[in-house]
């Protein structure tokens, strides 16, 4: 399975969900270095690097600093990186704002398929990203998605809500006469881009929108102990 088919569709995270011990994960532990080191001892605090604007604010591990850092990058986003919101995601899971832990997580995907769609990904200049995007997805994906679908319902309205975010705020970045494109017109690439990201989004919806598919997943979540892992309140 490749990369950005790994970001698209839901089952991506399944395969390792059972890597966890049966046990409440709290918090996020993993590394994606440069760009985040969870804490290494308890009442740390982690380390971030995803830019001077928010690195203090999602280094905190006060609520609030959090939530100032969601909203700063809520109201002025169109150069925030995908490793910022991928930062931003986790540490709204390790706060317990773990329905915005998912958003964003959604969000941070869907902007980095449209700029892999739009600029050249395996270029010198944003190799680091795919890498570092690539680490998130696998590492802080199970834990995320291993919530996110405790209510499937509610997963799917996240995931339509990221998807609409995501439209609705492009990544100015892929933009800049500085960052290497794929042939042809970006505006007509980044609208091929929301239509593969949109058209993975109704697939997965049309294939949990099935009982018999949800009951596939509940029993694969009973096997892992997914529900004592992720689903506590």
Not at 6 to 17: K, N, Q, R, V
Not at 22 to 42: G, L, M, N, Q, W
Not at 55 to 71: F, K, Q, W
Not at 101 to 110: E, G, I, L, M, P
């Amino acid at each position: 399975m490749t990369f950005l088919r790994c970001l698209l569709p839901f089952a991506c995270w399944a395969a390792s969900a059972g890597a966890f011990a049966a046990s409440p994960v709290k918090r996020i532990d993993i590394h994606v270095v440069p760009y985040y080191e969870a804490a290494k001892a308890p009442g740390a605090t982690p380390s971030v690097s995803v830019g001077k604007a928010y690195d203090a604010l999602l280094a905190s591990n006060r609520r609030e600093d959090i939530v100032r850092a969601r909203d700063e990058i809520l109201h002025n986003n169109p150069l925030v990186t995908p490793m910022t919101m991928m930062v931003l995601a986790i540490r709204l899971y390790d706060v317990g704002l773990r329905d915005d832990s998912v958003f964003w997580f959604y969000a941070a995907k869907d902007r980095y398929v449209t700029l892999a769609g739009v600029s050249d990904t395996k270029s010198v200049e944003l190799a680091q990203v795919e890498d570092a995007v690539k680490n998130f997805v696998y590492l802080a994906g199970p834990v995320i998605n291993g919530y996110a679908f405790c209510d499937v319902a509610r997963q799917q309205e996240l995931r339509q809500k990221a998807l609409k975010w995501a439209v609705d705020n492009p990544y100015k970045a892929m933009f800049l006469p500085q960052v290497p494109a794929l042939p042809g017109d970006r505006e007509q690439n980044l609208k091929k881009a929301i239509a593969e990201v949109a058209a993975a989004a109704a697939k997965e919806r049309e294939y949990l929108s099935k009982p018999a598919n949800v009951s596939e997943i509940k029993a694969k979540r009973r096997q892992n102990d997914a529900d004592t892992m992720f689903c506590w309140k």
